[in-house]
């Protein structure tokens, strides 16, 4: 006999889904009695080694085991203290709001239902909050990573022409080169290395004290290069680097890509987010003039995992870098295979899931105002924290603090005595500092970016920090 996979019994159904339910709003809701991070024990791991199960096993059980075995080892970034990393701590609403998406489980890479107008929504706000035509088009993407690589590529096709897309970059005459700051993120070299253009025909120009590229060298190159006979297409500004908060003056940038010709491409991956608050959209001063701008809502905008989300201001230079003439991609005058423009004709993906409900009802539910008022408290607290280990003279502010990132050292502790406070910091539940390399020195760096994250909490750090180095004697 065969059975569909619906449970048998709805009504007790219902009943473990609304307890796990109330599990996961309870440990959002008591996050920060809990420790910032734990290593997953024996038990856990070794729940994860085991053979394929060939049997059910009730519903209950497996809640049981999602309690015990994953639920306390996350990663820890719904905690305040999480600053490791550029994370977004998520919001209950968002979580809600995967909860419809898995259920109604559309499937958004095409096709005529509701799922693209929502996607269309966020294309359509956020045009509107970084000063984008209407007309800009708008994708979905797991994160940052894919929508710069998809800029790279569309930058590429603009360049070369669709034929690019039959031939490749085999054979041209010219090299295609591209330029970034040194503080860019890793992905853009990457995205070179993936379109087949190569990370070597990437140009890592100088930054300034503040971490942003220098414009002058940045043309010097782009002349030097035209000089060697290579053809520079492409000019990617960062809007918030991963290091230090830095924002690229995307004006001068846009200028420069203006005069050489070439797709001006922001990383907004951190700073895209500030386009919802009145009082920091000024720093992206230039962003408007973008071809194309990456940008992560599960970052500063407490979407939860994964957004990432591209948006490009020529729908067509976006098109003709993607779209298929497939067979069964083909559309209809009516029916549910009608509509002109579908999600899978500006990008790589053809099965996707609805990345935009999640960050429609958390736009909708909170308002930018309110999310963009969270955004300018990361970077008060950021300010705050900065002025507050400042004063300690044992510590020392390594990079201005742009937005949200703070970088400082420890006089006197070497790298290995740095890494060693931050992982004592973590095996401690306490906080969840990273450490990085600025201008050759290991510092700690507090990325603020949790919507949760008070001064109080902030306090704490600072104490159990200031207790370790006294334990160290520094
Ligand atoms: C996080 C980040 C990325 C990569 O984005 P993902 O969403 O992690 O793929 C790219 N650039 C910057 C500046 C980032 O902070």
């Known amino acids: 006999m065969t059975r569909s996979l619906d449970p048998e019994d709805w009504q007790a159904f219902r009943q473990t889904a609304h307890a796990l339910l109330d599990e996961v709003i309870d440990h959002i809701a008591t996050i920060r009695d809990r420790p910032v991070w734990r290593q997953a024990d024996a038990a856990a791991k070794a729940h994860f080694t085991r053979p394929l199960p060939v049997s059910e096993n009730p519903l209950e059980a497996v809640v049981d085991d999602v309690k015990t075995h994953v639920m306390p080892f996350a990663t820890g970034n719904l905690h305040p203290l999480f600053m490791g990393w550029v994370h977004g701590a998520g919001t209950p609403t968002g ?29 359509l706000w956020m045009s509107e909050a970084l000063g984008f035509p209407k007309t800009a088009s708008g994708v979905f993407v797991t994160g940052s990573s894919m929508a710069n690589f998809m800029a790279v590529v569309i930058a590429r096709t603009r360049c070369l022409g669709p034929s690019v897309r039959v031939d490749g970059v085999v054979g041209q005459a010219r090299q295609l080169i591209a330029y970034t700051s040194s503080e860019a993120h890793g992905c853009i070299a990457q ?5 087949g253009l190569g990370s ?31 053809l520079p297409f492409l000019l990617v500004g960062t809007a918030g680097t991963v290091n230090t908060g830095a924002i690229d003056p995307l004006g001068r940038l846009a200028a420069i890509a203006t005069e050489e010709s070439l797709w001006f491409h922001v990383d907004g991956a951190i700073g895209a987010m500030m386009g919802f608050s009145p009082a920091l959209r000024g720093l992206l001063e230039g962003v408007e003039q973008a071809d194309s701008i990456a940008m992560d809502f599960h970052k500063w905008g407490q979407v939860p995992y994964d957004a990432g989300f591209l948006l490009v201001k020529d729908p067509e230079a976006h098109r003709a870098a993607f779209a298929q003439p497939m067979a069964y991609l083909q559309r209809a005058e009516r029916g549910l295979a009608a509509g002109e423009i579908w999600p899978c004709d500006l990008g790589p993906d053809l099965s996707r899931g609805a990345r935009a409900l999640k960050t429609w009802m958390t736009i909708e539910t909170l308002g930018s105002a309110r999310i963009g008022a969270a955004i300018e408290r990361s970077c008060h607290l950021a300010r705050s924290l900065a002025e507050r280990l400042g004063a300690d003279p044992r510590l020392e502010i390594k990079a201005p603090v742009a937005l949200n990132i703070v970088c400082f050292g420890i006089r006197g502790a070497d790298r290995d005595m740095i890494r060693t406070i931050v992982m004592d910091l973590h095996e401690k539940g306490i906080a969840a500092p990273s450490w990085t390399t600025l201008n050759g020195e290991e510092v700690i760096r507090c990325a603020l970016v949790n919507h949760r994250t008070s001064k109080a909490d902030l306090e704490r750090f600072i104490a159990a920090l200031q207790a370790l180095m006294e334990h160290y004697a520094l």
């Open 191 to 195: 995205a070179m290395e993936l379109s």
């Open 95 to 123: 979580m809600v709001a995967e909860i419809v998406s898995a259920g109604l489980n559309m499937n958004c890479g095409g096709r005529n239902h509701i799922g693209l107008d929502v996607e269309r929504q966020i294309a």
């Open 200 to 230: 070597a025909q990437l140009r890592k120009i100088p930054v300034d004290d503040a971490g942003r590229i220098r414009t002058d060298r940045l043309k010097a190159a782009i002349a030097a290069d035209r000089a060697e006979g290579h």
